[in-house]
């Protein structure tokens, strides 16, 4: 509680921001900002598959994100694959970039460099699938970022604390994907106790109307139990504060 009220928050994201991907970004911005959704943290890939740069689509990118919270999301986003029996294959293929892959280090500062160069200086970085290796999360203090998030926490970096918010995600590939439409809305309700929930929308989505039914069941659920949209920053700076 803050001041004797309780506050909830609840945060939504567009991932995967890339030349390839920007007409499924916008559709899916157009269709959040229709139902009342206008504070939308976009995940920026610079180099996506070391095929296309956000250069390509400079102006387009500032006109999305200007005055919206951003992230670095990987730099290529891409990686060699898990081994055949690895169950992390689950989450991704070939894009655990900061797990499988080396050169942490450089990886970003040539995201942070490119960022840059759109006059975009991230406090956030999210590895893709959520996937890192452990000495990521100094790499990040290091140079200067504030906060990071995995699949079970949102990182405060620079206070070493962390806040327990599960993302709630649609799967984009085989039964994961069946099973994460059949329990959006039901993993919402049981998430919503923490009040802070985090959405994870990629891309892809919008292509599939299932989804699109269950989002918006669930951002009409949300606003009637009250939810604060909100950035991750400011979720990392208001909890400081709260006491639940």
């Not at 909830?8 to 900002?33: T, Y």
């Not at 994907?177 to 919503?192: A, G, N, R, T």
Request: with cysteine.
């Amino acid at each position: 509680m803050l001041f004797g009220k309780t506050y909830k928050f609840l945060n939504i994201s567009i991932h995967d921001v890339c030349p390839s991907n920007f007409e499924n970004v916008l559709s899916l911005r157009k269709l959040l900002i229709e139902n009342g959704i206008t504070n939308i943290t976009y995940l920026l890939i610079p180099f996506y598959h070391e095929k296309e740069t956000l250069l390509d689509i400079k102006n387009e990118v500032l006109e999305i994100t200007t005055g919206a919270e951003v992230i670095l999301h990987g730099y290529t986003h891409m990686s060699r694959d898990f081994k055949k029996y690895d169950y992390r294959r689950i989450f991704t293929h070939k894009e655990a970039e900061f797990l499988l892959e080396n050169n942490l280090s450089y990886r970003l500062d040539k995201g942070i460099e490119m960022l840059k160069s759109l006059g975009i200086t991230p406090k956030g970085f999210i590895a893709p699938a959520w996937l890192f290796k452990k000495e990521l999360l100094q790499l990040l203090k290091e140079k200067g970022f504030l906060f990071t998030t995995d699949r079970r926490y949102i990182y405060n970096l620079q206070e070493n604390k962390k806040i327990f918010s599960p993302v709630l995600t649609f799967g984009s590939r085989g039964y994961m994907e069946d099973v994460s439409i059949f329990s959006f809305d039901k993993m919402f309700f049981m998430l919503k106790a923490l009040n802070v929930v985090r959405i994870a929308l990629h891309p892809v989505d919008i292509k599939n109307p299932s989804k699109i039914y269950k989002l918006l069941k669930v951002l009409e659920y949300a606003r009637k139990e009250h939810f604060q949209i909100t950035s991750l920053y400011h979720i990392i700076k208001a909890k400081n504060l709260i006491k639940n």
